[in-house]
């Protein structure tokens, strides 16, 4: 998105791909309460769908316990690629971006044990 009023748009096209690619609908949207989330149209198109949403507080990270996961994962195996590979932190930008191409190629158990990729 290079807007943020192209959210509407670009979930509705999400949405899409995600029920062709996994056969099932969108039940639960977990979203902060930031504006493009809360126009009229979002919430008719939720409604109408059947789609849940939980709202967190604005701008606060620490309320999404999956997105602070994740990122405690990328932080903690990023420094272990640096230290194994005897890097120093000029390549903290690389070592991330291998640790995110790694953790998207690996089997996950939620997927059945398939990759995202």
Known sequence: MSQKSQAFKCFKEWKTLIEKQTERKVKRLGID??????????????????IARQFTVRNTLQQNEVVERMNKKLLERTRCLLSNVGLNRSFWGEAINTTYFLINRTPSTPIGLKNSY
């Open 33 to 50: 309460n930031d504006l493009e989330f809360c126009s009229t149209k979002f919430n008719k198109f939720c409604k109408d769908e059947g």
